[in-house]
């Protein structure tokens, strides 16, 4: 069953005046529990898409639906997480994550349950009383991560989660990023231009052209990720060296240059 639906999805923007086409013709289906990655040149609309389906902008043709409804605007079935970390700083942790259960008006005992929970899950133990100013950038990714899964939202929107993370630290969000997956699966579309995090997160990449954006192939990693049993392999480093996974990431590799390269090539 889908519950992300992309049809026919149209973005006219202006700019000083003139109005250009951000994004035509896509159709996009993300099924439930499915993990799709968006990779494309940058400027191909890939954030727009995103606060599309968060319902914080609207296309100008076709319609984005969750769970059967037209998005019009935001809504606790879709937590979003940004690059940047957006924690509250004057809250610790624990009140971070805390925060949108109390929106959704979950009981004291369950809100104490899930936390700690999603905080054993995301390695975030004994953080529980720091504020953000006290933690790492991976940290603080940790926590707005967390802060996301804990509302167990029908949806999860990533938008280049880890892209102000410096590289190591990054690997290690990716390695717990699928170990949550695997272990906890929810339906996600997840943002990247790095083409590895794309190939080693998801179910499906979808390839993005260059403006005006639209799909330019989708690419099923599940099917391939099962047969070869990547997820032996508890170390991303051991993974990229699979051959599947080269082949893959040659593969979105060379499409992704063509579209970088458009005109020119
Ligand atoms: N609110 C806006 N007004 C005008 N142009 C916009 C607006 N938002 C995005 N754009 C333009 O739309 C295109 C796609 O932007 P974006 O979705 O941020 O791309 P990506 O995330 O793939 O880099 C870019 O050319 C950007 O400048
Ligand atoms: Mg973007």
Redesign the pocket.
């Known amino acids: 069953m889908a519950i992300i639906q992309f049809q026919n999805v149209q973005r006219v923007?202006?700019?000083n005046g003139k109005d250009f086409v951000?994004l035509k013709d896509i159709e996009l289906e993300v099924k439930d529990r499915e993990f799709v990655a968006i990779v494309?040149?940058?400027?191909?609309?890939?954030?727009?898409?995103m606060r599309m389906a968060a319902g914080l902008?609207h296309p100008t043709g076709g319609q984005v639906r969750v769970d059967g409804q037209v998005v019009t605007q935001p809504g606790p079935d879709r937590a979003v997480v940004f690059q940047a970390f957006a924690l509250f700083p004057w809250k610790t942790v624990w009140d971070n994550i805390e925060f949108g259960l109390h929106s959704l008006g979950v009981d004291a005992a369950e809100r104490k349950r899930r936390i700690e929970q999603i905080i054993a899950l995301m390695g975030l133990g004994g953080y529980e009383q720091a504020y953000p100013h006290q933690l790492s950038g991976g940290m603080q990714q940790r926590v707005a991560i967390a802060r996301a899964y804990v509302l167990d939202p029908k949806v999860l929107l990533m938008d280049e989660p880890f892209g102000a993370l410096d590289a190591q630290t990054r690997v290690v969000m990716q390695e717990e990023l699928v170990r949550l997956a695997r272990k906890n699966p929810r339906t996600v579309l997840f943002?990247t231009h790095a083409v590895e995090e794309a190939v080693y997160l998801a179910d499906r990449i979808v390839v993005?052209s260059r403006?005006p954006?639209t799909v330019r192939e989708i690419i099923d990693v599940k099917t391939i990720r099962e047969a070869e049993d990547w997820d032996q392999h508890k170390r991303i480093e051991d993974v990229m060296d699979l051959p599947s996974f080269v082949h893959l990431r040659t593969h979105v590799w060379k499409l992704l240059r063509e579209q970088q390269l458009g005109d020119e090539h």
Do not use: H, L, V, Y
């Open positions: 923007f202006s700019q951000a494309g040149p940058s400027g191909c609309g890939k954030t727009t898409c902008e943002i993005m403006r954006g």
